[in-house]
């Protein structure tokens, strides 16, 4: 079979598992609705109780998950394909870690207890805070080592400044809030949420999926991509501002879920024949499935003790880091 | 025929309905017959106030005896875990929730119509008056919350009628935290006639207390709590160390009820009345010299 | 006919160090330029300014269009470039590597067409790499990467080709193959600029030599006015053995100069 036969294959097993993972999302749940009356009460608009529970606490829930997952694949997919480093991961950028700190500030000064919507937009001005920063420190000229110390000095920075918070609290309740946000958690998102998220994620996705020439140029190096006409201005542009928008606004809602942008290109990159440009859909794909799959774990493992997603993804990532650990020592043996 | 939860499509109404009745002077609308709490806190007011049959489910916490003062009583009622889905299919016709409950959940729910108040930590007595008095307002249980306030001054009055010890005490909790100015463990401290080091330290809020300064401010009465977790941590390190054990026996050692003092309820009063004893009893005999 | 590369001018700074002292070097469609000269001397950097890709100051025309103001796509069409260092960052298949060279030429997502197909072919027959198609070009040896890199430099079709050492890793064999595919590009019109280290080689395959040292032009001519044995002397610090075989000059450096020889 041809490397894009095999692609392509790829691709419709990947949407399918989305499909299949996004409908089962919407069907778990304490209230035990039967799969027809649950999909059908989506599409009723009538104001019964599945019907509530159905648009108001599981899709937005559901869409999430899915949108957040995407992101999370496709910003590691662009970042390992920018930086030529299969280590990379959205949180190098210090873009997460900014957000983190904006909803831990919201937090702390009692901003998010006063309004329901102040912690999102208290993170989304973090990750906002976080490029200025990063372009600031780096320059516009594209050097990805430049770009790579930055985000660790924005990103050590916020971290210290949460540890502060943290440490500062005279409030263990806020203490004990901050910690659990941090985890990473889809439980209880309304549509305002997934309204307030979804323009910047789109615009992140936008700006992320037009870099799948340019990476793959860049397997060559970054003289060799831009002497074939890769502008690597552009590329650290829509790079850096494409990751903030999508991964600052889902970092912002979700809180700081891990290992997904890392593992989810890794695990992939050998089935899209190690292009970067297929790998971008591929792991978008990839990350919608693992965080859904993680949610929906969630729910079922221990549904009174809610557990915490990025708990989960580091659960079920670490085993894969394991395999690939052990497929690349058989392969230098 | 109660006010019945509307439509989530029509959540405005809803809302300016209830701003409107609040806004009337006397309460028409019934009692809520339907109640369901989501903070331990919350749950054991509503517990202690609620009338026959109106408290319809408590948080897991509430039947957990590290935190809660009547796991018991929990046990007659629904459990829930503060998700909005489980919460909102017990249709209640009122949530009580504490101001650092959940942010989306709370939010979720009044998103989908149902009423929820929220309740802040109590900090003072007075706080405790105000939230047995709301709780007793909102389910319109005044007689029964005017009682138990009644019982509370009365058991204020009682401590305050006591001799005079003029003892210290400090509060040395897990990771070593203590309670400074403005906690309710200080004026719990206050009630039982007692000096707080932490306060006389000008510790403000929960913070943290050197095991020097602990050591040279020498209380009379080291309060600790959080020793009985089955899970060992960290936290409680600092309680092995042999300077703190060194004050332990040079002063006198009181446990303090904890799920006493997490929520500020009417049986916060017995802690109060443990450390008076305490105070009272080691007065009588003689502080053991190392 | 207006010259593929036409430099005149060219100071380049690197690290705070001036690099090249106003060079001038002008390349005619039909040429096969090699660019020599020891190590340091500029060559690299003399290839890589020539394609915007440091900065610089004097002028540099690709095909009469100033590569300051040429967009990036517009510098890919007119000059291929095929740098010092063989990266190939992830582990992708031969064809794939060499198909890269056709992406200046596509717009947008728009998928390769049979021309750029048979292009690629050509590349991979001319490099001799076409056996090697499916294989993940990363577990190639040095020399066969270093044909996989040069094929998706011809691959890309341009005018001119610019080349950073292409024979270093190269067997004989494949040393002098490369040389014959840039003779050929030369002889169908277009213009090929590639440093050399092997005297050898450039003396027998260049059209032109061109000798480079410490940042200005020394020499430029036909190799046997170039390689004299006094330049080899004060520029490489070389002695050599001349001689003339199968219609090309031989230069094979011998020792150090100022050395013993025998």
């Known amino acids: 079979m041809s490397g894009t036969a095999r692609y392509r294959l790829l691709i419709a097993a990947l949407a399918l598992a989305v499909l299949v993972l996004f409908l089962l999302s919407l069907t778990v749940g304490p209230a035990a609705i039967a799969f027809s009356d649950s999909i059908a009460a989506l599409f009723q608009g009538e104001a019964s109780e599945i019907g509530l529970i159905m648009r108001e606490i599981r899709l937005p829930r559901a869409l999430l998950g899915l949108m957040v997952g995407a992101t999370l694949g496709l910003s590691g997919a662009v970042l390992q394909g920018y930086l030529r480093n299969p280590l990379a991961e959205p949180g190098l950028l210090g873009i997460s870690a900014m957000a983190s700190l904006g909803a831990v500030l919201a937090i702390y000064t009692g901003l998010a207890a006063a309004f329901m919507l102040a912690l999102p937009v208290l993170a989304l001005a973090g990750a906002v805070l976080a490029v200025v920063i990063l372009q600031a420190l780096a320059g516009a000229r594209g050097n990805p080592l430049l770009m790579i110390l930055a985000g660790i000095a924005v990103s050590s920075f916020a971290g210290a400044m949460t540890s502060l918070a943290l440490n500062l609290s005279p409030n263990p309740f806020a203490a004990l809030e901050i910690m659990f946000w941090m985890l990473g958690s889809l439980t209880d998102r309304s549509m305002t949420h997934v309204w307030l998220a979804a323009p910047f994620i789109l615009v992140g996705w936008a700006m992320l999926a037009a870099l799948g020439r340019a990476l793959d140029a860049l397997t060559l190096g970054p003289e060799t991509a831009a002497s074939m006409g890769v502008d690597m201005r552009r590329v650290q542009f829509l790079a850096v501002f494409g990751t903030a928008a999508s991964v600052g606004a889902a970092t912002a809602v979700t809180g700081a879920i891990g290992f997904v942008g890392l593992v989810v290109p890794h695990v992939l990159r050998p089935l899209v024949g190690g292009r970067p440009s297929r790998l971008l859909l591929a792991s978008a794909l990839g990350g919608a499935c693992v965080v859904l799959t993680a949610d929906v774990l969630v729910r079922l493992i221990a549904p009174s003790r809610d557990l915490k997603l990025g708990v989960l993804t580091a659960i079920v990532g670490a085993p894969f880091f394991l395999w690939l650990v052990y497929r690349t020592r058989r392969s230098l043996a | 025929m109660k006010c019945s939860h509307p439509a989530a499509s029509v959540p405005g109404l809803f809302f300016l309905a209830a701003a409107l009745s609040v806004a009337a002077p006397a309460p028409a609308e019934p009692a809520p017959q339907r109640v369901v709490s989501m903070n331990v806190c919350t749950d054991q007011l509503a517990m202690l106030i609620a009338g026959e049959g109106q408290l319809h489910s408590v948080s897991v916490l509430a039947s957990d005896a590290n935190s809660s003062v009547m796991p018991k009583e929990a046990a007659a009622y629904a459990v829930n875990h503060a998700l909005a889905e489980e919460i909102f299919l017990m249709r209640p016709d009122l949530v009580l929730a504490g101001t650092f409950s959940s942010r989306a959940t709370v939010g979720l729910l009044r998103l989908l119509g149902v009423r929820v108040e929220e309740f802040a930590p109590a900090r003072s007595f007075d706080d405790i008056r105000g939230n047995i008095l709301r709780v007793g307002e909102l389910l319109d249980r005044q007689e029964r919350a005017n009682e138990l306030v009644a019982e509370l001054d009365a058991g204020l009055a009682t401590l305050a009628a006591a001799p005079h010890t003029g003892r210290s005490i400090a509060l040395y909790d897990a990771n070593s935290y203590t309670a400074g100015k403005g906690t309710l463990a200080n004026e719990i401290f206050h009630a039982a006639g007692l000096a707080n080091v932490a306060e006389t330290m000008g510790i403000t809020g929960s913070g943290r207390v050197p095991l020097e300064l602990l050591v040279v401010a020498r209380p009379d009465i080291v309060a600790s709590s959080f020793r009985d977790y089955d899970a060992p941590a960290l936290a409680q390190e600092n309680f092995v160390h042999p300077a703190f054990a060194a004050l332990e026996a040079a002063g006198q050692t009181v446990a303090v009820p904890v799920p006493n003092m997490i929520c500020g309820a009417p049986f916060t009063l017995e802690a109060a009345f443990v450390l008076q004893r305490a105070a009272a009893q080691g007065k009588a005999g003689d502080r053991k010299r190392p | ?262």
């Open chain 3, 1 to 262: 006919m207006r010259p593929l590369l036409s430099i005149s001018g060219l100071r380049v700074r690197l690290g705070g160090k001036a690099v090249l002292h106003g060079l001038d070097l002008s390349v005619e469609a039909g040429e096969f330029v090699g660019l020599i000269g020891p190590n340091g001397a500029g060559k690299s950097t003399l290839l890589r300014s020539a394609l915007g890709l440091l900065p610089y100051s004097g002028t540099v025309l690709l095909d009469g269009a100033d590569v300051a103001a040429l967009p990036a796509r517009g510098r890919a069409e007119k000059a291929a470039y095929l740098a010092q260092e063989r990266e190939i960052a992830w582990a992708v298949p031969v064809e794939t590597v060499v198909a890269l060279g056709r992406a200046p030429h596509r717009r947008g997502f728009a998928a390769p067409g049979p021309r750029d197909d048979a292009i690629v072919e050509e590349a991979m027959r001319r490099m001799d790499v076409a056996a090697f198609r499916d294989r993940i070009a990363t577990d190639l040896s040095g020399g066969e990467k270093a044909r996989v890199l040069t094929a998706r430099a011809l691959a890309q079709d341009t005018p001119l080709l610019l080349a950073d050492e292409p024979t270093a890793g190269l067997d004989p064999a494949h040393q002098i193959a490369l040389m014959r595919v840039f003779r050929e590009l030369a002889a169908s019109g277009r213009g090929v600029v590639a440093s050399l280290h092997d005297l050898g080689l450039a003396a027998r395959w260049c059209s032109r030599l061109v000798l480079v040292a410490k940042g200005c032009v020394v020499a430029e001519g036909r190799p046997e006015e170039v390689l004299t044995p006094e330049r080899l002397r004060d520029v490489y610090g070389v002695t050599a053995f001349f001689a003339d075989a199968a219609g090309a000059p031989v230069i094979l450096p011998l020792d150090i100069a100022g050395g013993q020889t025998d």
